[in-house]
């Protein structure tokens, strides 16, 4: 049997692992380094591509994160359901760092490889649609781009008759008695969450009485840094697309600019937010 080599009297590391690698097996690294596939000679293609595949881990990581809350909001757990929410900030600054790669694109680096992409868009990204799910923005039309992948489009089509996370926040608001109009809490869950007055100054009560709702205020706090954080998302989306393409049609066929402008201006969770002049 082979020892660990000694260096200096200190412990190295094993290097005779029996004929496997132990890490590669677990993390499945060498998976993922062999998923780069280029389609032009340019150089910068490859950022493009590893900084894209890095967003969607960062948005598999998330729709779990965002899971974990909602089934410990629905169990009543909320302490687990904070601990959730708070990993999700750590990884949504590590995800909005992933543009820093693209942010400075000139629009003829963007070009040298750009008609690679072809008809392919972010938009197209179904573990961005199931993450924007679980924030409430969803309509069944967003589902069309993924018919041609049945079993992404079956799991996106169960995903978007679930409760949102939001969606379980107010059932949870509700049976600690705080006033939920039936309508909220019974609405079609196809459809993008709306503002509610009611809603709006359960909040604001929640806000305006901090020794009696503690937990909830925490609870609030939390949703509202995810909220933000979505927002500069978008925000560094929008820039960065600004900067590479200027004004163009988007790769695919979206009006580009545009529309990541129109998107930038939502907030999620909105009663969080128009709640706070009301306190």
Request: charged share 20%; no cysteine; proline share 6%.
């Amino acid at each position: 049997m082979s020892s660990a080599p000694q260096q200096s009297g200190v412990l190295a590391p094993r290097l005779d692992l029996g004929g496997t690698t132990p890490y590669d097996d677990y993390i499945r690294a060498s998976v993922l380094s062999g998923l780069q596939q280029t389609r032009t000679e340019d150089p910068g293609e490859m950022a493009f591509i590893v900084t894209s595949q890095v967003m969607e881990l960062w948005f598999t990581l998330l729709v779990h994160e965002w899971q974990t809350a909602s089934a410990a909001l629905a169990d009543d757990d909320l302490p687990t359901a904070l601990a959730a929410l708070h990993r999700s900030l750590d990884e949504l600054a590590a995800l909005n760092a992933s543009w820093q790669p693209l942010a400075q694109l000139t629009p003829t680096q963007f070009n040298a490889y750009r008609p690679a992409l072809g008809d392919g868009s972010g938009f197209q990204s179904a573990m961005y649609r199931r993450l924007e799910f679980l924030l409430g923005e969803r309509s069944a039309s967003m589902l069309v781009p993924h018919t041609g992948t049945p079993q992404m489009h079956t799991e996106l089509q169960q995903a978007l008759h679930e409760p949102s996370l939001y969606d379980e926040v107010l059932h949870l608001l509700h049976r600690r008695g705080h006033q939920i109009p039936q309508t909220v809490l019974n609405r079609d869950l196809a459809h993008r969450y709306e503002s509610n007055p009611t809603v709006e100054q359960t909040w604001a009560d929640i806000y305006a009485t901090p020794d009696h709702n503690p937990d909830l205020i925490h609870l609030g706090e939390a949703l509202t840094n995810v909220a933000e954080a979505m927002w500069r998302w978008r925000g560094d989306h929008l820039m960065a697309t600004r900067r590479a393409m200027g004004a163009k049609v988007g790769t695919g066929g979206s009006a580009g600019v545009a529309w990541l402008a129109k998107r930038a201006e939502t907030l999620v969770f909105p009663e969080l937010w128009t709640a706070r002049s009301r306190v």
